[in-house]
């Protein structure tokens, strides 16, 4: 992906937009799989670690 410039009101908007379609997406699974918030939260771990890790191989 190529690196844009973003103003804060734009980033802003993305991180709301994200925030709400995560949200969503996470009750989703919970309301058909009965999981709790600790497997969300582990879910939600495991995401992060692999955007961290593509980010450290795109520095390599």
Do not use: H
Not at 18 to 45: H, P, T, W, Y
């Amino acid at each position: 992906m190529s690196k844009t410039e973003y103003s804060e009101d734009q980033l802003s908007e993305m991180r709301e937009d994200a925030f709400v379609n995560i949200k969503e997406a996470c009750m989703r699974l919970q309301e058909r799989a009965g999981c709790s918030n600790d497997v969300v939260v582990k879910m939600l771990n495991d995401v992060a670690e692999y955007y961290t890790k593509q980010d450290e191989k795109k520095q390599l």
